[in-house]
């Protein structure tokens, strides 16, 4: 049969089905095939990348450095494949992901275009049951979710939405044939990393954009270049050292954390740290002052370092005011890293609009009406984010032991043991799930984590003639515990971010990644399995 080819495959049996084609399903087929397992993946795309197959809005790009940014498991891959920029575009990730799905041949094994939308778990013959909606009933033992933290994308329910005579797109679903905005009237609603890219590029092209900003977000700018030869063939010379580092570093990066305290540094001190960090562009700002994630009154040092930024960059020190964020400490949301973002609204065609203070009431059939009045727009773009982490799992109608439901059991958030398995559905693995480093890291660094504890168990299983693994109740317990421990000495749990939940309405505020550190976790999953899967129960 061919992927993506025909109607479904009804009855077919496998080792293992994994859901979705992004960076995480591609290595997880690469990794299971090397195991002697019969996989299929379920792709709702139709092509391999996932986030970067359907990211396409203008201006979208990694906020990781393109050489930290790639797979580690292959070193010819990681030899031959040549980046052009120091954070990679859009397209050029996709071009990475296809010559991957290429190299290693991974396309016989998935079918595209095919969206998973239930899977049941069978206590009588312990194997799940899949379903699609290409009419697919599969059977399998192991299911493996690879579903990314940031799929769903989610449109708010503005009034009149329907009624718009003009074009409207979401960002994470943006027209694979592009969309000329030359001359248009634009509206963007959205203020996080997805708007923060596309406005500069945006007000490029259009005749006017109208940004609608709920909450201003601090971003830090990339100073994107394009890769020193010299330097990639440095860290080509050096990989295995370096990426060594990012596995063993707090986020996944190679990032220089210093654990100084900012309010114990003098004035000139701090000036020159958080210039030098500023001048190198990216997250490294975050990494200045070891107190700044932790202590308000540090964290507030940096803020006001970048919001003197804005009022230097912005001329007009109104609309300086209302790009400054002041709700919530640098770095508990999703910090953005942009190209001449603050500088759009030095531009004519540019206008900045506060939704807090003038609302949206409604999209009219020619534009915005906010409680100040009406903006006409020929087009409407949709920033506005996803239903992130759970989202796009709870999409999914799975039930585990005794026909329970995931939903049901995440109704008040999400539990999960080490954020791989959730206690009362067995053999379900979910890389980079909730409860996992994942969105708070570099996630290729998460995902090449994952994947390889999930391969290396599943081979133990196999060799111990173990038919099922589930998570403990107590141990999901303690680790859902830890979580939260660990989110409450941070500063994560004062802002309103998807982090948090609080992006969607009657979502429960729960702080949903684990944020003690991607190296302190894999020692952690590391010591578990080799103490035999502790917390786990295998059944033979
Ligand atoms: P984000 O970061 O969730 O940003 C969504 C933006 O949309 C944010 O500014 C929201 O304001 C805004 N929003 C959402 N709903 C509304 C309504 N109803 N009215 C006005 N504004 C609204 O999503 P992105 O796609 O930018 O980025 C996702 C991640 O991708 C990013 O963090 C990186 O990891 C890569 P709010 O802040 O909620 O007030």
């Avoid at 960076?23 to 391999?48: N, Q």
């Avoid at 998935?110 to 009933?137: H, K, M, N, P, Q």
């Avoid at 009237?185 to 959205?190: C, H």
């Avoid at 009022?311 to 949301?333: F, W």
Wanted: hydrophobic share 35%; net charge negative.
């Amino acid at each position: 049969m061919t992927a993506g080819g025909g109607g479904g495959e009804p009855g077919a049996r496998y080792d293992a089905v994994v859901i979705g084609a992004g960076f995480s399903g591609m290595y997880m087929l690469h990794r299971l095939r090397g195991l002697g397992m019969s996989a299929r993946v379920y792709e709702a795309g139709d092509g391999v990348g996932g986030t970067w197959y359907w990211n396409r809005y203008p201006g979208a790009r990694c906020d990781v450095e393109s050489v930290q940014y790639s797979y580690s498991f292959d070193e010819d891959l990681e030899q031959e494949w040549e980046w052009s920029e120091r954070y990679p575009s859009q397209p050029e990730i996709l071009r990475y992901a296809e010559h991957v799905a290429d190299r290693f041949d991974l396309r016989r094994d998935i079918r595209f275009g095919t969206r998973v939308t239930r899977a049941a778990y069978d206590g009588s013959t312990r194997r799940w049951r899949v379903e699609t909606d290409r009419g697919d009933r599969v059977e399998c033992g192991f299911l493996i979710a690879a579903v990314g933290c940031l799929s769903a994308a989610r449109v708010p329910g503005f009034p009149g939405a329907d009624s718009f005579r003009g074009a409207s797109y979401h960002t994470g679903r943006w027209p694979h044939e592009g969309v000329d905005l030359t001359g248009r009237r634009v509206a963007v609603i959205g203020t996080g990393s997805s708007g923060i890219q596309a406005i500069p590029v945006i007000a490029g092209q259009a005749a006017h954009v109208t940004v609608f900003q709920r909450t201003p977000n601090f971003s830090l700018p990339a100073w994107n270049r394009p890769l020193d030869p010299e330097e990639a063939r440095w860290v080509k010379a050096n990989y295995a050292a370096l990426r060594q580092d990012m596995r063993t570093s707090p986020v996944g990066l190679l990032v220089a954390f210093n654990d100084r305290s900012v309010l114990e540094a003098g004035e000139e001190e701090r000036a020159r740290e958080f210039e030098a960090r500023w001048a190198e562009g990216g997250f490294a700002f975050l990494g200045a002052y070891g107190d700044m994630s932790i202590d308000p009154e540090a964290n507030e040092v940096a803020a006001e370092f970048v919001r003197g930024k804005i009022r230097e960059i912005v001329r007009d020190p109104e609309v300086a005011e209302r790009l400054s964020p002041r709700d919530h400490p640098i770095g508990s949301k999703r910090i953005c890293v942009d190209t001449g973002y603050y500088s759009t609204y030095n531009r004519p065609n540019v206008t900045l609009v506060d939704v807090r203070r003038d609302p949206i009431k409604e999209i009219t059939p020619t534009g915005v009406r906010t409680a100040g009045g009406h903006h006409s727009v020929d087009v409407i773009v949709y920033a506005t984010g996803y239903d992130a982490m759970t989202g796009p799992l709870l999409a999914v109608d799975i039930t585990g032991e005794g026909g329970r439901s995931l939903r049901d059991k995440w109704r008040a958030g999400p539990r999960a043991y080490l954020g791989l398995m959730t206690a009362g559905f067995p053999n379900l693995f979910t890389i980079t799930g909730p409860g996992s480093p994942s969105v708070l890291s570099n996630m290729l660094v998460s995902i090449e984590q994952h994947v390889d504890w999930i391969a290396d168990c599943l081979a133990r299983l196999r060799a111990g003639g173990i038919a099922t693994i589930d998570a403990d109740p107590a141990a999901e317990d303690a680790w859902v515990a830890h979580v939260n421990e660990v989110a409450s000495y941070t500063l994560y749990p004062r802002a309103d971010s998807w982090y948090m939940g609080a992006n969607i309405p009657g979502k429960p505020r729960v702080f949903m990644p684990y944020a003690g550190g991607v190296g302190a976790y894999r020692q952690k999953c590391d010591q578990v399995a080799a103490d035999g899967y502790e917390g786990f129960v295998l059944s033979a």
